[in-house]
């Protein structure tokens, strides 16, 4: 089987390590930032009959034309039938947009510390990957960022807004200075666009190679996997060629249609994780050792002495964060809490001044 497995996969793939995702039964879970609200019985109910209606036995629509629609609307658009490319979730756009850039010799450019995801992709699809490390602060160097366009032609890059795991929006001044510089297309990434006021999404159309992309995710439906990607149309359809043509389930296309036309109940899940978010980050400021970062996103980056120590320890009071002192440089001492319900936060925060007082 080795002489198989060696014979006929690639070096690259058989040297990559699988995306980590950590076991949690039984844990707070608060290092994937989900909703930890699940959705009302009367959702619930809705849910299951709809579902119970679908004719599993046929291919999904593929254009999903109504979804586009509500997705559309969700963003405030005016087009009834808004350009959009849809992704079983934004991973998935993030992979047909490196496969469609993969020619020979192309560049792909993001900031570090980011979402990982951007670097994975590009090294899976065999595309260089270009990192710029942010300033201490996560904040975007302009001109080393300015500098590394012009030497690289990067044919893609990618800016989360707000980055991930940093939590902040970059100045959007430099931001767009970066899609004017740019040779190729530059994707803004607003995963997290529901817990903040600042979106790109007013600057769609101004510039030809300008894409905007989310993801339901944050919202509230990390399990239905369901990310789009608009702008222009001329290159959405090349995009759209790179796409499987059933690659959202009748089940996902089924519960985001439902759950779209509930989105009050979703809304005001953000609102109370947003105030959350506040007075988790005034609790963890109270705390000595602690430094904590603004975001604006639905988690809180925060730098403790003894971090991998602090990890383990939470972990052993039954909280699962995420550990990143060692995924960057720029990130050592950092640890990463998703904003959960009041009474999460709570034994967060309880278990957290345990654990930095016995150190
Ligand atoms: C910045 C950013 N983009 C995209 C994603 C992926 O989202 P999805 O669940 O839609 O694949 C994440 C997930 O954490 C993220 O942080």
């Not at 629609?69 to 756009?93: C, F, I, Y």
Request: net charge negative; proline share 6%; hydrophobic share 45%.
């Amino acid at each position: 089987m080795e002489d198989l497995v060696g014979t006929v996969v690639r070096e690259d793939i058989r040297a990559w390590n699988a995306y980590p995702v950590p076991v949690a039964e039984g844990m707070i879970k608060l290092d994937a930032m989900e909703n930890p609200y699940g959705c009302s019985s009367a959702l619930r109910a809705r849910l299951s009959s709809t579902l119970g209606e679908l004719a599993l036995n046929r291919y999904p629509s593929p254009s999903a034309v109504q979804l586009k629609r509500q997705l559309g609307a969700l963003m405030g658009l005016a087009d009834d039938t808004p350009a959009m490319v849809l992704g079983n979730g934004s991973d998935e756009l993030i992979q047909m947009l490196a496969l469609a850039v993969a020619k020979p010799g192309a560049v792909i450019l993001g900031v570090e510390p980011s979402f990982v995801m951007f670097r994975s992709i590009a090294q899976l699809a065999q595309v260089n990957f270009v990192g710029v490390p942010l300033e201490p602060d996560f904040s975007l160097n302009g001109p080393v960022l300015l500098e590394a366009i012009a030497r690289h032609r990067p044919a893609l890059t990618f800016l989360a807004y707000p980055n991930n795991p940093t939590g902040n929006c970059f100045d959007a001044q430099t931001v767009e200075a970066v899609i004017q510089a740019s040779p190729g297309l530059v994707v803004v990434d607003e995963a997290y666009y529901p817990f903040t006021d600042h979106s790109f999404k007013d600057r769609l159309g101004r510039y030809p190679n300008l894409l905007l992309m989310r993801t339901l995710s944050k919202l509230g439906l990390a399990g239905v996997r369901l990310g789009w990607l608009c702008g222009p149309a001329e290159i959405l359809a090349e995009i759209d060629k790179v796409r499987l043509p059933y690659n959202i389930s009748v089940l996902d296309q089924a519960a985001a249609t439902v759950m779209l036309e509930h989105r009050a109940e979703l809304q005001a899940q953000v609102e109370a994780i947003v105030q959350e978010r506040g007075l988790l980050a005034s609790a963890l400021r109270t705390l000595a050792q602690v430094t904590v970062f603004p975001s604006a996103a639905n988690f809180l980056l925060f730098r403790v002495p003894r971090a991998g120590q602090v990890f383990d320890g939470l972990r052993h009071h039954g909280i699962l964060i995420k550990n990143l002192s060692q995924a960057h440089p720029l990130l050592q001492g950092c640890l990463r809490v998703t904003v959960g319900t009041p009474d999460e936060n709570r034994a967060f925060l309880d278990a957290l001044s345990r654990v930095l007082d016995s150190q």
